[in-house]
């Protein structure tokens, strides 16, 4: 389009956004070139010039509307640049520039995604559409720029509107997560008030726990070392009473001595039993660290418990160790292994007994093995209690105290190690001690 007079920069402005609407441009688009072009041809022809509009199609990977206008501006582009002031802003590029036949204004704008694609037959179909445009007076688009300034005043006012909904949420949801931390926090402090008063409850209960532990071992001891004078002494009376030397017991008078010889007798086990449990607890056994002969060991053991091993249905072995020697207190582990194979023939009436240690990694493990009675499973933990016998297994040999197991626990911890048993009942019971084959 040739541009010559005032009347020609409305012309061009209506030309502007039919170009744009005809090639896919939104309205806002539209509106945006049509007025960046006005305003140029308002800068050109109040300069007293007329102008060339040209309308080009870019259709590379970004496809644009491209709009140049050419025209003799006096002063050139340093002169007409600073009165173009925001229309830079309406486009994607402006371009002010000094060509050989005047001065060159190029602007572009990116056409939409969803603009219909520009071929040739389109574009013939534009160009005659445009042809046949009739352009109207400045009163008509004088209404037109109106009805688009009132749109544009809406669209605001709808984004302002927006806006401040969306402030009143997220101020609301603010206020609400502020709430929920204020709730969880006041949660959380009275959860820790409750976790150390708990934990404070639970070292005083424990410091409580301690002191009765040892106020009761304390007590065995006292009472069983008081004890055992008299037990004695009852036992050295009968045993007078009962001597062919001393003066003949009628029958009946026999038989009682000879029955509180034999309660004198269960209750000096009984006593002692209870004074080295006691000693344990207290922690007054201090082993005697040596390096100790387990064949020699073992070899003492099959001789003193043999006798005791007198059913001919069970067979008492003692394996020779595999290990030979290891660092220990050889008193406190005999009297373990004593108590453990003493247990083991009370309660087998056929089968075996048997007794062996070997090495397993940095440890030495001692078995014994009987094929009695067994414990049922619920039990494997009770029967290291103190007193605890399990109910209706019956000994062949002798009563019991129940206070062999405990003691023999705590002794092994002394030693540093542990004892733990795996049975069945009706098939047999093994307990093992396992200690460390080396003091670290
Ligand atoms: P005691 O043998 O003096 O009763 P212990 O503490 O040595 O006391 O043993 C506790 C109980 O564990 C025994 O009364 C018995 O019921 C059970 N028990 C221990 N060793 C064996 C075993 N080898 N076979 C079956 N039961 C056993």
């Not at 009143?168 to 006041?186: C, D, F, H, I, P």
């Not at 409580?208 to 009376?237: C, D």
Request: proline content about 5%.
């Amino acid at each position: 389009m040739r541009m010559r007079v005032e009347q020609d920069v409305f012309v061009v402005r209506q030309l502007g956004r039919e170009v744009a609407r005809a090639v896919g441009m939104e309205q806002q688009d539209q509106t945006r070139l049509a007025t960046a072009l006005s305003e140029v041809a308002r800068v050109v022809v109040a300069a007293g010039q007329a102008a060339d509009v040209v309308f080009e199609a870019e259709l590379d990977r970004v496809p644009r509307l491209r709009v140049t206008v050419l025209n003799p501006f006096p002063g050139g582009a340093a002169e007409m640049t600073p009165q173009l002031g925001q229309v830079g802003r309406l486009v994607d590029t402006l371009e002010v520039g000094d060509g050989e036949t005047g001065t060159v204004v190029s602007m572009a704008r990116r056409l939409p995604a969803s603009a219909p694609r520009l071929t040739p037959e389109r574009m013939d179909e534009i160009r005659a559409g445009l042809a046949q445009h009739v352009p109207g007076t400045p009163f008509d688009e004088l209404s037109v720029q109106n009805q688009q300034l009132i749109a544009a005043l809406d669209e605001v006012r709808a984004q302002r509107d927006d806006l401040a909904r969306l402030n009143a949420e997220l101020e609301e949801t603010n206020r609400g997560v502020m709430a929920l931390y204020n709730q969880l926090s006041q949660e959380l402090e009275e959860t820790n008030r409750g976790v150390v008063a708990l934990y404070a409850e639970l070292d005083e209960k424990s410091e409580q726990l301690r002191m009765a532990s040892e106020a009761k071992s304390r007590f065995l001891a006292n009472v069983s070392h008081e004890l055992r004078a008299p037990v004695t002494a009852v036992i050295g009376l009968a045993r007078l009473l009962n001597d062919p030397a001393s003066e003949p017991l009628a029958g009946e008078q026999r038989r009682q001595v000879e029955l509180i010889s034999s309660s004198a007798g269960d209750l000096l086990t009984l006593v002692n039993d209870l004074l080295d449990l006691a000693k344990a607890e207290a922690g007054r056994i201090e082993p005697e660290w040596a390096e100790v002969d387990l064949r020699a060991l073992f070899g003492q053991l099959r001789g003193t418990l043999r006798p005791l091993a007198t059913r001919p249905e069970v067979e008492f072995v003692v394996e020779e160790p595999t290990v030979p020697s290891m660092p220990s207190d050889e008193v406190l582990l005999a009297r373990v292994l004593r108590n453990l194979l003493t247990n083991a023939i009370k309660f087998t009436v056929e089968g075996s007994v048997r007794l062996a240690a070997r090495a397993v990694d940095d440890d030495v493990e001692f078995t014994v093995a009987d094929t009695g009675t067994g414990i049922p499973p619920e039990l494997h933990e009770r029967i290291f209690e103190e007193f605890y016998q399990v109910p209706r297994s019956r000994a062949i040999t002798g009563k019991g105290t129940g206070l062999g197991l405990p003691y023999a626990r705590r002794l092994v911890g002394i030693l540093g190690g542990g004892l733990r048993v795996e049975s069945e009942v009706g098939r047999g019971s093994t307990f093992t001690v396992r200690l460390p084959a080396s003091r670290s």
